[in-house]
């Protein structure tokens, strides 16, 4: 290869990891290894005078940070406790009257915006530093990013104070969310899934030329760290002094005693369809500054404010059509698809209807108008049908006899309708083959949705144990157009690499129904080899703790039904007994994370606490022993404090992990 072809790959490889680390928040490989990259890209370009103004090593003047600098908060950044109705408020009220002993508190009320939190600090009046939420105490530096916000002023001319941390919200509104999304799918990358995704994805870019072509927005609402010469007394007078500084502040701030506040926050929960940013809730705070500071803080929430919940955003739209996926498990599942409508910044048009006792529940019908909710702002679902607007256009689902992938006549197991011809069905092959390649699973780069249907339509893999003998299609699969001869032995390296997998990952590979990452997990410590789990009666999964009848049962049932299949595999796998490690401290402890950490992905989490014997979970019961605590944890925080969980914060991660 000569000088400039290698300069030319260099730069499309650095360009690539730029993108997966900056953009996509999804690095593929090290610091240490990029640094290596971009230095000899550096020298090389410098031996040959090769320099190009559209070389990576060209752009924003340098080579692009690979982090943040992390920055305490002068006071923290707390999370809000939740109520979700008039006498769950009027309670908190109650609680405010008894610990400041006045009667007739006044209250603010505003939008609980959903974006990213920021802090700024002002020192004299001057812009100084801008940072992220983080785990409340400490976040990430983010001021050459804020200031690409146009609306942020760089000085405070209305009486600053020598110091001051002002908080808001950075978001994106909803037009500027949809044409960006449009921008990255035109260039060929992965879309933003919300605005709040968004927002929080570009500010966290560590390239500000990216983060200046994207049209960020701000509403400023709080105050943290403050000098003794800051002269406002209440929330009232910090509104007025944030608009005489030109800080945006939103238009919907009511105040007002505590009768007055529902009626308050039904006003802004009835503008939400007309707003063009995200909101899922109203902030509801005492206004007087004096009393906030008398009711103090409880754990990492304020006693002096509360978030008042609304309901799942929800509109009408009209059913186009019924149709049924056939899942990996061959459970057939009906949904519908709607005409398009927004909701909680994303467009839906499909929705799934679950079951068949779904479908009866809701007689929904071709051309229906139907109710769509995002539950919990996330998941779509049909809620009701409208059948006073029926006009007689509507016409009934035709529920299929036969698999809609292979043709099989379906059977009816309980609310489901499932296709038993397994892997000769080519969905259930193609589902199970996703998932058992898959990251969490086997964890073989290189096979995405394109190649992996060229695989199964030219009957290249029938079963799974066929993957690992691709070899003889070497050539074919080289002439296939789309697939460079490169990208097909970088795919047959990863399949190599996965041919040892531990038993874990390979339980779990195996796609039986309702056996995830933590129950695999569970099964591998409990029969320590495949071939005890293969051999196991249901009286022998029952004697787990984590395993209910259902679950044993689907166990049993998937080494019955392909018991062929199965075999193939151990013919060319180098299945790992599981074995514990010698600082097993957490040995079977049942343990939970939420939220997001400053230090470690979830995943890296998960793995750590296998290593060390734990059982990580994904929900909170009465035998989860430990809830380990990030920022912004949801609903899992009240859950475990119901329960008594021992909590752990990211402070003390470490030391409870002993790493």
């Known amino acids: 290869m000569s000088v400039n072809d290698e300069i030319k790959n260099l730069r499309l490889l650095v360009e690539k990891h730029n993108k997966l680390y ?6 593929e490989i090290s610091d240490e290894e990029y640094d290596a990259l971009y230095q000899r890209l550096q020298l090389l370009e410098k031996h040959k005078g090769n320099i190009d103004t559209t070389s990576p090593t060209a752009k924003v003047g340098s080579k692009p940070k690979r982090a943040f600098e992390k920055h305490s908060h002068l006071k923290p950044m707390l999370s809000l406790n939740n109520v979700f109705n008039e006498e769950e408020f009027l309670k908190f009220d109650e609680r405010v009257t008894k610990w400041t002993g006045h009667s007739l508190t006044e209250y603010s009320v505003e939008p609980k915006f959903d974006g990213l939190g920021i802090s700024i600090s002002y020192e004299d009046g001057v812009l100084n530093k801008a940072v992220t939420r983080g785990d409340g105490q400490t976040g990430e530096v983010v001021t050459e990013n804020v200031l690409t916000i146009k609306k942020i002023p760089t000085t405070l001319k209305h009486n600053p104070p020598k110091l001051l941390e002002i908080r808001g919200e950075i978001f994106f509104r909803l037009n500027d969310f949809q044409k960006l999304n449009q921008t990255i799918k035109n260039s060929g990358g992965k879309a933003f899934v919300s605005p709040r995704n968004a927002a929080a994805g570009t500010m966290r870019n560590l390239d500000p030329k990216i983060v200046k072509d994207r049209p960020l927005d701000v509403f400023f609402y709080g105050i943290g760290g403050q000098s003794e010469d ?7 007078e910090f509104i007025e002094f944030l608009q005489k500084n030109n800080l945006p502040v939103n238009d919907k701030i009511q105040f007002g005693v505590a009768s007055s506040i529902p009626n308050a926050v039904k006003a802004v929960l009835d503008s939400r369809d007309d707003l063009d940013y995200e909101i899922d809730g109203a902030v509801v705070k005492v206004n007087d500054f004096a009393n906030q500071e008398k009711l103090g803080a409880v754990s990492k929430a304020p006693r002096w404010a509360v978030a008042w919940k609304f309901p799942s955003s929800e509109k009408y739209t009209k059913v186009n059509e019924v149709l049924f996926s056939v899942g990996r498990t061959g459970v057939v599942t009906p949904f519908a698809q709607i005409e398009p409508v927004l909701l909680a910044g994303a467009n839906i048009s499909n929705v799934s209807l679950h ?21 919990g702002d996330v998941i779509p679902q049909i809620t009701k049908v409208n059948v006073d607007v029926r006009d007689g256009s509507e016409k009934n689902v035709n529920v299929p006899n036969h698999c809609p992938s292979c043709g099989n006549v379906l059977k009816t197991e309980g609310p489901f309708l499932r296709c038993d011809n397994g892997m000769k069905c080519p969905a259930q092959l193609f589902g199970f083959f996703e998932h058992f390649v898959s990251r969490k699973a086997m964890n073989i780069e290189g096979l995405g949705y394109k190649i992996n249907k060229h695989l199964i339509n030219l009957g290249y893999v029938k ?3 066929d993957l690992f003998k691709l070899r003889k299609y070497e050539a074919e699969l080289k002439s296939l157009e789309g697939f460079g001869e490169k990208s097909i032995d970088n795919l047959f390296e990863s399949i190599e690499a996965s041919k040892a997998p531990s038993l874990e990952m390979f339980i779990n590979s195996l796609g039986i129904p309702e056996v995830g990452e ?6 591998a410590r409990f029969f320590k080899t495949f071939d005890k789990l293969k051999k196991a009666t249901y009286e022998d999964l029952m004697q787990m703790d984590n395993i209910g009848g259902v679950v044993a049962q689907n166990i049993v049932d998937f080494f019955m039904r392909d018991p062929v299949g199965v075999k193939a595999l151990q013919e060319v796998l180098e299945i790992k007994n599981y074995e514990v490690a010698a600082d097993a401290h957490l040995d079977n402890l049942k343990i939970v994370i939420t939220g997001s950490f400053q230090e470690f992905s979830r995943d890296e989490l998960k793995q750590i606490i296998k290593n060390k014997g ?30 008594g969980v021992k909590l752990i914060t990211e402070e003390k991660l470490k030391d409870f992990l002993k790493i």
Do not use: W
Request: charged fraction near 25%; aromatic fraction near 4%.
């Open 230 to 236: 800051f002269s406002c007394k209440s929330q009232s």
């Open 22 to 27: 900056h953009q996509d928040d999804a690095p």
């Open 614 to 643: 734990g059982v990580p979970s994904a929900s909170i019961s009465s035998k989860t022993d430990y809830l380990i605590l990030g920022e912004n944890p949801g609903s899992k925080l009240k859950k475990a404090q119901e329960f």
């Open 518 to 523: 933590t129950t695999a997990s569970a099964l």
């Open 355 to 375: 079951n068949m006792d779904e479908l009866d529940r809701l007689d929904i019908k071709i051309n229906d108008t139907v109710l769509v909710k995002r539950a």
């Open 463 to 465: 079963e799974a144990a």
